[in-house]
Every structure is written in structure tokens, then in C-alpha cells.
């Protein structure tokens, strides 16, 4: 099976921009997570789609928000970009349900300037 | 709320020797933990997990973690490391109801070095 991949790889915003990155998990899972990665603060959780559906939320302001489509494909759009922003950021799959294991993609490599 | 605490931040170690990186959790429910490895520019690899049974849990590329429920303990080790084994460990934790949730520590940077 492929595994989760994720576009645009890399990507240079500047301040008050808006972006959305892509997220395809592996065929057959129904459940896409999101994380941030920053030297700072670390691996941090955004949310968890599952069934286009959010489940889950973490402690991040609402100019992150994300969606996810009958195929389970997801998406992450950031409104107003600050450079704090800047980050690695990760999407996960797993099958949804039951005892479950995320599977990483590569990551989006976000620049903010 | 669950947290996850990595000792170290840099565990530098000569090829071949051994090598433990420790990982401490804290959580008021029963909980799932997960190492990961992550190259540089690249995503996180599992390397191993521990969801029930024994407590003694073996994953790839020699690598072994002990669940320690009474000092919440779920520190990683391998006996003999390689050149290749530099990387950052990433310990996680996730409770049974969120899984698609996982709470990291830090990161333990390793350096293995000739």
C-alpha cells in the first residue's frame, strides 16, 4: 500500500496569507490527524478527522481550521499567517476505529516570512 | 490531561555501544505508548508500541521498550547502536478513547558517533 502523502512538501507565505495544505492517508483509513512541529513547543496535536467528521480538537486558535472529504483525503487551511506559524506540519492516518496506530507522511515544510 | 516527559534532550554514545533513552508518563486513565524516529527532512517511522500484554515489547531495527505501569515508565534501548541510528526519538502516549490523539515528549536527540 502507499503510504500517506502530503502536498505541497514545501511552501513560502508571508505574513497575513492564507494557506491550505493536502493530506491523502493510506487507502482504507478513515481517520486523518494533524500535528505541528516547531523547535520550540515540539510536536503539538491540531485535530483528528474521521468520517469527515472532527473528533478530536487541540489547544490551537481558530485560524486553523481543517476538513475532510468523502475519500478521506483532508485538508488544513491557516488564515492570517504569523511568523509563528512557520512549522512542520504533519498529517497521520489510521484505520479509525478499534485499537489504532498513526501512520506519518513526510510533512509540509511551512515558511512564513 | 496526559503528558509525556523524555529525560534527555542529547544522548551522545560511541557505535556499538549501548544505548537507553527514557521516557516518563503521566496519565489518569489507561493509556497506549508509541516510540517514533524521525530522520532529518523526513516524517515519523513507529518503531514500536505498546498497547496490552507484555510489558517487554520488541520493534524494528533492534530496538526494545519496557512498560513500566508502577514508576509510568516506557524507556527505549537497544543493545549494540549503529552510525545510522542517529536520529530524534519521539516518545507518545494516546488513551484508549483518542486515538487518532497522540500527546509527544520533547524528543531525545541521538549521536551516535565512530
Known amino acids: 500500500k502507499a503510504g500517506v502523502t502530503q502536498t505541497p512538501r514545501y511552501l513560502i507565505k508571508t505574513r497575513g496569507q492564507q494557506v491550505t495544505l493536502s493530506c491523502s492517508p493510506i487507502?482504507?483509513?478513515?481517520?486523518v490527524s494533524w500535528y505541528q512541529q516547531t523547535p520550540g513547543q515540539g510536536l503539538q496535536f491540531l485535530f483528528e478527522?474521521?468520517?469527515?467528521?472532527?473528533?478530536n480538537k487541540g489547544n490551537f486558535p481558530g485560524r486553523f481550521s481543517g476538513r475532510q472529504f468523502s475519500n478521506s483525503r483532508s485538508e488544513m487551511n491557516v488564515s492570517t499567517l504569523e511568523l509563528g506559524d512557520s512549522a512542520l506540519y504533519l498529517c497521520?492516518?489510521?484505520?479509525?476505529?478499534?485499537?489504532?496506530?498513526?501512520?506519518f507522511g513526510p510533512g509540509t515544510r511551512l515558511t512564513v516570512l | 490531561a496526559q503528558s509525556v516527559t523524555q529525560l534527555d534532550s542529547q544522548v551522545p554514545v560511541f557505535e556499538e555501544a549501548p544505548v537507553e533513552l527514557r521516557c516518563n508518563y503521566s496519565?489518569?486513565?489507561?493509556?497506549?505508548l508509541f516510540w517514533y524516529v524521525q530522520y532529518p527532512n523526513q516524517g515519523l517511522q513507529l518503531l514500536l508500541k505498546?498497547?496490552?500484554?507484555?510489558?517487554l515489547v520488541k520493534g524494528i531495527n533492534g530496538f526494545e521498550a519496557e512498560f513500566n505501569k508502577s514508576q509510568t515508565s516506557f524507556h527505549l534501548r537497544k543493545p549494540s547502536v549503529h552510525i545510522s541510528d542517529t536520529a530524534e526519538y519521539f516518545c507518545?502516549?494516546?488513551?484508549?478513547?483518542?486515538?487518532?490523539?497522540?500527546?509527544f515528549g520533547q524528543g531525545t536527540t541521538l549521536q551516535v558517533k565512530p
Open positions: 507518545a502516549v494516546s488513551d484508549a478513547f483518542n486515538t487518532g490523539k497522540l500527546i
Open positions: 478527522y474521521f468520517s469527515e467528521t472532527q473528533r
Open positions: 496519565s489518569s486513565v489507561s493509556v497506549y
Open positions: 505498546y498497547l496490552s500484554g507484555s510489558t
Open positions: 497521520a492516518s489510521t484505520p479509525g476505529e478499534g485499537l489504532n496506530t498513526q501512520y
Open positions: 487507502s482504507g483509513h478513515r481517520s
